[in-house]
């Protein structure tokens, strides 16, 4: 696991009002935060061990131990390079505001990618897609952009995969699937109710799910998903456009891609070529 501090953030809005407070306090300031023991935290933000303890293991953490290893490695990490939260769009920004505004929310939030995401987990979710007799695919609104492109790149490599942008045909590929299939649901804030209607039917069928999200662990789409691939939280979810979020929810979606291909990077290469489309002169 890393990000750390991003995770954090993003577990902070659906944590108990006790876990809320703690987060908040580790927030504020983390590099005080390092090194103490958990009776030491405990007395620093006036919560309980137990309190402490309940938030690792939400965080997926094995313990305090591993708590304190992230969260130094994290601070390495900001150090070299400082993530800071996107600022929305104003309507009284500059032609030159917006265009620095832009530019460093879609850096930023694949720089986010990068750390939220280990390569054993695209490990396994290549697995799952080698294994998968067919990849269903679900997104609705800004993340049907994002499924739209896995799709084409799925089908340049000859890869059975199926996405329509009609919620109910979405739902009947779920409610036809099997354990044989594979389902890749994309929500950036893990509670779009058709994606997890979707995503949750292809689960009572018997196959598996990867959730591509921005939402914590503590989001529908998460808890029910067998692997979760992050995008970073750097965009309110009450947002006017999904700009920076797309950026991630691609740079996620081309990182799954080129792993799958370079497993089997012989046989793919030769479907690319077969399926190349010639351009007439």
């Not at 708590?67 to 070299?80: N, P």
């Not at 790149?153 to 590929?173: A, E, F, M, P």
Request: with cysteine.
């Amino acid at each position: 696991m890393a990000g750390l501090l991003v995770r954090l953030k993003q577990h902070k809005d659906s944590a108990s009002p006790a876990e809320r407070d703690l987060i908040g306090r580790i927030l504020d300031d983390p590099e005080v935060i390092s090194g103490l023991s958990i009776h030491e935290l405990a007395a620093h933000t006036f919560a309980s061990p137990s309190t402490i303890t309940r938030m690792c293991k939400k965080l997926g953490l094995k313990g305090y131990k591993e708590f304190q290893r992230l969260l130094i490695y994290d601070l390495a990490l900001l150090r070299e390079s400082e993530l800071s939260k996107i600022e929305d769009l104003a309507p009284t920004d500059t032609t030159l505001q917006t265009i620095e505004k832009v530019t460093r929310g879609n850096v930023d939030s694949l720089r986010l990618v990068s750390k939220l995401n280990e390569p054993e987990v695209y490990d396994t979710c290549v697995d799952l897609m080698e294994a998968a007799r067919t990849i269903n695919l679900f997104g609705m609104g800004a993340s049907l952009l994002s499924a739209r492109d896995l799709h084409y790149k799925l089908l340049r490599i000859g890869v059975s995969c199926n996405l329509i942008d009609d919620w109910h045909g979405q739902l009947l590929y779920a409610s036809n699937s099997g354990p044989q299939d594979l389902s890749i649901a994309i929500s950036y804030s893990g509670s779009t109710s058709e994606v997890n209607a979707c995503a949750n039917l292809a689960r009572e069928r018997g196959g598996k799910v990867i959730a591509i999200t921005g939402s914590g662990f503590d989001s529908e789409l998460a808890r029910h998903a067998d692997e979760v691939l992050f995008v970073g939280s750097t965009e309110p979810l009450m947002r006017s456009a999904a700009m920076a979020s797309r950026i991630g929810q691609l740079g996620v979606i081309d990182i799954l891609f080129k792993s799958f291909v370079n497993r089997n990077y012989e046989r793919f290469s030769e479907v690319l070529e077969q399926n190349q489309i010639r351009k007439h002169q």
